[in-house]
């Protein structure tokens, strides 16, 4: 059911001001904007009226988690997919 949780987290808007969903925010991730300011310049998040108070700290999270997973896949051999 992992897949079907992940498809409803994609849809979900993590940056409220400018309706960014999540599923936007990681395919950026996984393109390479491995830092909050690579992702406001590639697709505006943080950008909006509040200017990130209410979405940063998801998405430093998001960022997080994937870098702690291509840390954890390194280790146990599996290449990271793509
Ligand atoms: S929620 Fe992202 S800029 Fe306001």
Known sequence: ME???QLIDSFKKVCLCRSIKAGTITAAIQEGSL???ALRKNIG???GNCKAKRC???IEERI?????S????SE????PCG
């Open 3 to 5: 897949t079907n949780k």
């Open 35 to 37: 830092t909050f300011e």
């Open 45 to 47: 998040v943080g950008t």
């Open 56 to 58: 940063r700290a998801k």
């Open 64 to 68: 997080k988690d994937h870098k702690a």
């Open 70 to 73: 291509v840390a954890a896949e």
């Open 76 to 79: 146990t051999g599996t290449p």
